[in-house]
């Protein structure tokens, strides 16, 4: 026969224990011939004795699916499922397919190895054991069983076998010793509280069953450290505790310690916390004079111990080293929350053990709103189209769907409400609060490169406003790292800036009520008196404001992005010496060249006439995409003058045919973009001359 492999089958899943309100305290799996008149027999007794409710099937020599529907019922409604695993356990049918609906259901299991060893229920096609005998007489039988059903219980027993258990090894071979063990791990086991997951916990099965599998059971042999990354109010805590409730009896001890971040205001309170873990995980109810005792205690206590230990919301490096160490036993499991992906790394979480949190699916998002608007899994028909627009405008955030789905619970007969909602979702202060607390913990110059991508840059490529933000700030690149890590702001495979809907508006919010009007992106701004605010130093215009350009100049502005606006109504005078950045797009009236003066980033879009002047030395990125008379006798005029110059995007430009010989004078050059160019058929040899050069686009040209 051929021989079983593991790694060709998918483990059934592990179901999570959200509540306790079980039938049964204990179900018992069991061969009758091998252990009902001894073991089986004293066990039930002494559980009973201690108070609890244990199921004892009485029906195994019987056949039909009514007896199996009431066992399959009663496995489903008992806490903890110990299977005893005898010589004679998988000559029995009816003990497998308890064995495979124990793994699928959502009780606790903790095998019992009676006169067994593991490994010989573990692989029981690998050795001669009698477990493997009894699975080649099961395969004799196709009529009787379909062969994925035998399968499925070769893997059941594998999985049963990763939990810890006991055997008759642990107390020399003495049942009476043997019963008494089981009968204590089993109240201590019952009498750890669960805790509360959430009122609605919708979505978290889906997630907690894959790290279960991925993080906590699957990965045997040393400690293992897992990371839960995500922004505010997205349910990471939630998470957290539906695995922790799942698999804590499992371990040897288990402490969920909750809230570093806000414990944690100095050392003194690391020391709390450091005994809050030691007296779960050890009952140690000593002092911690210091963060050093506090190693110290976790090394000489924690050696020998299966711990499980979750952190929840941990932001800082100090924390790290004084919570998590090389102090725990193998096999031991860590699992740390947190918003900012460098602090799982200090605390040794490798990038593959790391989950981030992207959020609610759609139909779990109205679900989850559903159920605190209109308490029930469904909205109302008359809301329906609304309140799939709300949950779309969530984004799948879990507080965002509780906090507007609350809010609205009363309000069935306002529509008001619910269009205030709808257009409100982020800025509501429980969100807005909670979303800032990442925005708080950063620099100053992190804040402003924050606020900048919100309010101007979501969706350009970065290396456009790095350029910027290099004329004003020291540590840009490192400030945008740092942002990405914290989750504020997310860079995509092609470098491009996204930013989740709720940051974008919590960031315009601070921007506009915050930070005293410095940055104005939408002509209402201007219609609010905000254009009087001489601190304006980023500012977009789009649409026919003609009537407000003279408005523009402003000391500080080193920022101006101007759409659809007739040029010829601005003046010299009205822009800044300090310019930095200059976005013109479809602005179709002629463009006076003095208006061009010191900026680093200059980029033109859409055919109008413009004149370039020769005070632009300093340009580091050239940006121009569409056709522009005279283009090319400007360009041979000021090129080779460029010496700053590192990108030149000349996009669309059918009137180019020819690239001056002086583009071999810019040193610095990096990109170089001459895409569409379409009368462009030669380059000048000087171009070799580039030796800073990265990126050459030259799609859609035909050269010679």
């Not at 066990?43 to 009973?48: F, G, I, K, Q």
């Amino acid at each position: 026969m051929e021989e079983f492999k593991m790694e060709e089958y998918i483990p059934p899943s592990i179901k999570i224990l959200f509540q306790g309100d079980k039938e049964y305290h204990v179900f018992l799996s069991f061969k009758g011939e091998d252990v009902r008149k001894n073991l089986v027999d004293h066990l039930h007794e002494a559980l009973t004795a201690a108070g609890l409710h244990v199921f004892l099937d009485t029906h195994k020599l019987e056949k039909g699916d009514k007896i199996w529907s009431s066992l399959e019922r009663a496995i489903r409604s008992s806490a903890i499922h110990i299977p005893i695993f005898s010589r004679g356990y998988a000559d029995s049918a009816w003990c497998l397919r308890e064995a495979a609906t124990m793994v699928n259901t959502q009780g606790l299991i903790i095998p019992l190895f009676y006169d067994v060893e593991p490994t010989h229920v573990r692989y029981p096609v690998k050795d001669s054991s009698q477990y493997q005998q009894a699975f080649l007489k099961h395969y004799d039988h196709p009529d009787r069983y379909q062969r994925g059903e035998i399968e499925r219980w070769k893997v059941a027993l594998h999985q049963i076998c990763s939990h810890s258990g006991w055997s008759m090894d642990i107390t020399g071979g003495f049942e009476a010793q043997l019963v008494k063990r089981v009968v204590n791990d089993v109240i201590k086991t019952l009498d750890r509280v669960s805790l509360e997951v959430a009122k609605h916990p919708v979505g978290m099965e889906r997630i907690a069953e894959d790290l279960i599998q991925k993080f906590i059971l699957n990965s045997e042999g040393g400690l293992v450290k897992s990371g839960i990354l995500g922004i505010g109010g997205i349910s990471k805590t939630t998470l957290a505790k539906a695995m922790f409730n799942q698999v804590y009896a499992h371990f040897d001890a288990a402490s969920f310690v909750f809230n570093v971040r806000t414990t944690v205001a100095d050392s003194v309170c690391l020391t709390k916390l450091q005994k809050q873990i030691l007296k779960d995980l050890t009952n140690y109810d000593g002092k911690v004079h210091s963060v050093e005792k506090g190693i110290s205690l976790f090394r000489d206590r924690l050696g020998g111990k299966r711990v499980l230990l979750i952190l929840d919301d941990m932001d800082g490096r100090e924390q790290s080293e004084a919570l998590v160490g090389d102090w725990l036993a193998p096999g031991s499991r860590v699992v740390i929350t947190s918003r900012d992906k460098h602090i799982l790394h200090v605390a040794g979480v490798s990038p593959e053990c790391i989950h981030e949190m992207s959020g609610l699916q759609t139909n779990e998002g109205l679900q989850l709103f559903s159920r605190h608007s209109f308490l029930r899994a469904s909205p109302s028909p008359t809301y329906e189209a609304f309140s799939k627009r709300i949950v779309e405008a969530c984004k799948g955030h879990p507080l965002s769907l509780e906090v507007i789905g609350s809010l609205l619970y009363d309000k069935k007969n306002d529509p008001d409400c619910w269009t205030e909602a709808f257009h409100n979702v982020a800025l509501h202060p429980k969100i807005y609060e909670i979303l800032k607390i990442s925005y708080s913990g950063l620099s100053e110059e992190e804040k402003e490169i924050f606020l900048d991508i919100a309010c101007f840059f979501i969706g350009e490529h970065k290396r456009y406003p790095i350029v910027f933000w290099k004329s004003m700030y020291r540590s840009v690149k490192t400030a945008i790292s740092n942002l990405s890590l914290k989750l504020l702001v997310r860079i995509d495979d092609k470098g491009v800036f996204h930013m989740h809907d709720h940051l974008r508006d919590m960031g315009r919010s601070i921007a506009e009520k915050e930070r005293e009007g410095t940055r104005l992106w939408e002509a209402v701004h201007l219609s609010r008196g905000e254009s009087n605010n001489n601190n304006i130093s980023r500012l977009r215009l789009s649409g026919d404001n003609s009537q407000r350009l003279e408005t523009l100049y402003r000391p500080g502005l080193r920022f101006l992005h101007l759409k659809n606006l007739p040029l010829d109504g601005i003046t010299p005078a009205m822009l800044p010496p300090n310019l930095m950045w200059l976005r013109l797009q479809n602005c179709e009236k002629p463009f006076q060249s003095s208006l061009v003066r010191n900026v680093w980033f200059f980029a033109i879009q859409g055919a109008f006439h413009f004149s370039l002047v020769d005070n632009i030395w300093d340009l580091r990125i050239m940006q121009v995409d569409g056709d522009i008379p005279s283009f090319q006798y400007l360009l041979f005029n000021i090129l080779g003058n460029l010496l700053q110059l590192q990108h030149l995007e000349l996009r669309n430009c059918r009137n180019l045919n020819k690239v001056p010989c002086t583009i071999g004078n810019l040193s610095q050059l990096q990109r170089l973009d001459l895409s569409w160019c379409t009368e462009l058929n030669k380059l000048p040899h000087t171009i070799g001359n580039l030796s800073q050069l990265q990126h050459l686009d030259l799609g859609g040209l035909k050269l010679n």
